[in-house]
């Protein structure tokens, strides 16, 4: 796991370097917040010895609690805070080298100005206040002639809660993030419009408990939320009964009782199956559906031709291993967690195939029972202590505009990014005039590269705060350098796993060049918005601790330990949580009135893929367990153990294309777009009807040469793309690359 161990700490034993660390621990936190120069922009000089800083990863969103220890000024080690439960003291490969982050030789020094064309990464530096004053004038221009609703902003991740919080102030209300319609927006809204709520972030899945465990995609292992999967060892460790359906015979899968290597794209037709054999052989939790659940007869009936050999023709599944594992999974209910996956953007019937998700659970009657899905208890605190509220916008959002009387997309409960991009575009509710970019490279995370690069010339300013050259940053006016996570205070994480905690993120260094935190860009680009009263603190670390001491914590201890606990709280209905479903019905919809009323399926239904055009395959993607989407490709130590990604292909199809493994190919997909080269993987672990690639590489950001052109861009292959017609998700799965020899 220690992917950096031996090359940064040849000096030391590690024995003797653990016991250094542990000594000093408790006096030496203290000391590292309040060193003087540390918090300002310059490297402490002539720093000694041995001291260690409790925080909080930024590596992922998962936000890990973290030990970093600090060695003669320089930073020196990442290791898990054993009293955090997202961590559980340990990190995970791409949390351990965070370093790298901060030793980017290629990252943004100094604020930018855009020089020449837009996309051309031709830029002078310039001072901070050079930079904030022209964006600042730039965009209170346009709010002047246009309006602020017309200034969208883009982010992802608590990094830009200081940035959003300015827009916020300053009047628009079209604040968008890729991790709704990108990522597990279809889930939620599909878990909502059953139970009334939803997973959440992280999930309230109790798998540590499960007794039977359902991937449906969800590929956990690859897929690394360290907790989680520290659970799901925990899980397989108790000899747990693994079912996994993936094309792709994924880590997980290689832990499984049973693989399903499903067709990709027809999971509906197997959860429909799951679900009929439930029904029809009296297996699901009657009880559990009686008391709570309402419209289970028009249910039964919609899902009672669906049988296991109905869903073999469709998913290239055995019947009899539909039925086996439905079987399974009724025998340990409520015990039984079929967990809900995470980015479930993948065919455009998403939300559907997320609330089939939801009903097959609800089925297992494990909500709010040992072994299903917990209900959790957060701690709440005040997030902007004396600010006054938000101005409300007159316009509303853009994304999401009515048309013939309903919301274009009527079950969207969060703001659609795709949506913004569009009006952007057209014009249409109203035109978007800016856009400002933080923390998310909307070149890669949102699919219909053409669409984004067509709006980004449709605008009048674009801005972006990065820690890198990203791909977005290259067609900025004004770039802003971000320090990283292990060089700033960001705000709290208030999460909730089965302890309710907060958890502190402060600087362990100072940043190397004229890099700023997201809190004091925030501040002082609202300074020059003129709504500087929603800013009353003098920095962060005030604006905390009146937080934390607001809430009955006590700060000092906060800063030592990184984390402070709250009260238990009841987890399952048995013991006393209190569940409630707060549909329409206040009851398990397990027929949905409300998606009949507004003219949509309301029992799920499948629609059987697009086939794929002859010689072509059917793309999907996912992650490696040692990189980040796009953020962690340049990553000097992430590339040691990853340098670039590779396309998985069917071992008899490759050598029917007579590509050997490890040979360059291109990918060509089904509009002609053609890939950067990539190393083939030849492989028995994936059907023969498609192809896997880690999305994220393929920058083509030449200013960021740790990642320029390392593997192929799933994004750039995604030109087709389908949207979900009850929340506006954005497919991702929809595409199909052949192969060309290099
Ligand atoms: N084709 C395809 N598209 C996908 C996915 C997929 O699997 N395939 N996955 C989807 C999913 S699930 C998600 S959640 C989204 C993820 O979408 P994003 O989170 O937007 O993904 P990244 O590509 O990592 O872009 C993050 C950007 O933030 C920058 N950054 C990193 N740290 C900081 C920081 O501290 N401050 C600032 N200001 N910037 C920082 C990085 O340098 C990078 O440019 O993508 C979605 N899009
Ligand atoms: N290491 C690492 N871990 C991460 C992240 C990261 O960037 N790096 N990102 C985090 C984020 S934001 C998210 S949203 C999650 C995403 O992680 P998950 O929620 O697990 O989602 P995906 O990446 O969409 O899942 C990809 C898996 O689904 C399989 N698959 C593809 N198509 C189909 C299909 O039609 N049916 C079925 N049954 N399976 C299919 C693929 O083979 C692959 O195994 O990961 C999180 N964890
Ligand atoms: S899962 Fe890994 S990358 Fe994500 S926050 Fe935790 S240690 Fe960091
Ligand atoms: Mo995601």
Not at 304 to 320: F, I, N, V, Y
Not at 415 to 427: K, M, P
Not at 619 to 644: C, D, K, W, Y
């Amino acid at each position: 796991m220690s992917v950096h161990t031996s090359s940064t700490a040849p000096a030391l034993s590690r024995r003797r370097f653990l016991k250094i660390s542990a000594s000093t621990f408790g006096a030496a936190a203290v000391t590292a917040c309040d060193a003087p120069g540390l918090l300002g922009t310059k490297r402490a000089a002539g720093e000694t010895g041995i001291r260690t800083v409790a925080t909080t990863c930024d590596v992922c969103f998962w936000k890990c609690g973290v030990i970093a220890t600090v060695r003669d000024g320089k930073l020196w080690k990442l290791e898990g805070n054993p009293i955090d439960p997202l961590s559980r003291g340990r990190l995970c490969p791409r949390g351990t080298a965070g370093i790298g982050m901060v030793e980017d030789p290629h990252r943004l020094r100094t604020p930018l100005i855009r020089t020449g064309e837009r996309g051309a990464e031709q830029w002078k530096s310039v001072t901070w206040d050079e930079a904030l004053d022209f964006a600042a004038g730039r965009l209170k221009k346009l709010a002047e002639t246009h309006g602020p609703e017309t200034i969208a902003f883009f982010k992802h991740g608590i990094g830009a809660y200081y940035v959003e919080h300015a827009f916020k102030a300053f009047g628009t209300p079209n604040v968008a993030a890729p991790s709704f319609a990108q990522c597990r927006g279809p889930r939620d809204v599909g878990f909502n419009l059953t139970f009334g709520t939803n997973p959440g972030t992280p999930e309230n899945t109790d798998i540590a408990n499960a007794k039977t465990m359902v991937l449906i995609g969800a590929h956990l292992g690859e897929n690394m939320h360290n907790s989680q999967v520290q659970e799901f060892g925990d899980f397989l460790r108790a000899g747990g009964t693994l079912i996994v359906a993936d094309p792709r015979f994924s880590a997980a899968a290689s832990k499984a009782q049973h693989w399903l290597p499903v067709k990709a794209g027809t999971d509906i037709a197997l959860l429909l199956a799951w679900m009929n054999v439930l029904v029809r052989e009296g297996l699901y939790d009657r009880e559990y559906a009686t008391k709570y659940g309402t419209g289970f007869d028009k249910f039964a009936q919609a899902i009672a031709d669906k049988t296991p050999e109905w869903a073999a023709a469709e998913t290239g599944l055995d019947a009899e291993q539909i039925r086996t594992t439905a079987r399974l999974m009724a025998l340990t209910r409520p015990a039984t967690l079929i967990h809900p996956g995470r980015r479930t953007t993948w065919n455009g019937d998403d939300a559907q195939r997320g609330r089939a998700v939801a009903l097959l659970n609800a089925l297992m009657g494990n909500w709010g029972r040992k072994g299903g899905f917990y209900i959790p208890h957060y701690i709440g605190l005040e997030d902007f202590p004396g600010t006054p509220p938000y101005p409300k916008s007159a316009r509303g959002k853009a994304d999401n505009p009515m048309i013939d009387g309903k919301k274009r997309w009527p079950f969207a409960d969060q703001t659609v990014t795709t949506g913004l991009r569009e009006a952007t575009i057209t014009g249409q509710p109203y035109p978007i005039k800016a856009w400002v970019v933080d923390a998310t490279n909307l070149l890669q995370a949102i699919p219909g590269q053409k669409r984004t690069l067509e709006a980004i010339n449709a605008l009048d300013f674009l801005m972006v705060i990065d820690t890198v050259p990203s791909e977005i940053a290259g067609y900025a006016d004004v770039v802003l350098p971000e320090s990283v996570y292990l060089e700033r205070h960001d705000t709290l994480n208030d999460d909730c796993l089965k302890m309710a905690f907060l958890a502190l993120r402060q600087p362990v260094v100072a940043p190397p060049h004229d890099q700023k935190p997201g809190w004091w860009i925030g501040k002082e680009l609202g300074k020059r918005l003129g709504v500087e009263k929603y800013f009353p603190w003098k920095d962060l670390e005030e604006c905390l601790r009146v937080r934390i001491t607001q809430g009955g914590f006590d700060w000092n201890e906060l800063k030592v330990k990184g984390i402070a606990q709250g009260k238990p709280f009841p987890m399952y209905e048995a013991d006393g949580a209190a569940v409630s479903y707060d549909t329409p019905s206040g009851k398990v919809e397990f027929f949905s009135q409300q998606l009949a009323d507004k003219g949509f399926d309301p029992v799920p239904k499948y629609t059987p893929p697009d086939p794929a055009p002859p010689g072509f395959y059917k793309l999907i993607s996912g992650r490696a367990p040692m990189h980040t989407f796009s953020r962690t490709v340049g990553n000097p130590r992430l590339q040691q153990v990853m340098a670039e990604n590779e396309i998985w292909l069917n071992a008899a199809e490759a050598k029917k294309l007579g590509l050997a493994n490890g040979q360059r190919v291109k990918l060509r997909n089904q509009d002609g777009v053609v890939s950067d080269p990539v190393k083939v993987l030849a492989t028995e672990r994936i059907r023969a009807d498609c192809v896997y690639m880690v999305h994220g590489f393929g920058s083509q950001s030449k200013a960021w040469k740790g990642a320029y052109k390392r593997g192929a861009s799933t994004a750039q292959l995604t030109t087709r793309v389908k949207i979900d017609p009850l929340m506006g998700g954005t497919s991702i799965h929809t595409n199909f690359v052949s192969f060309e020899k290099v």
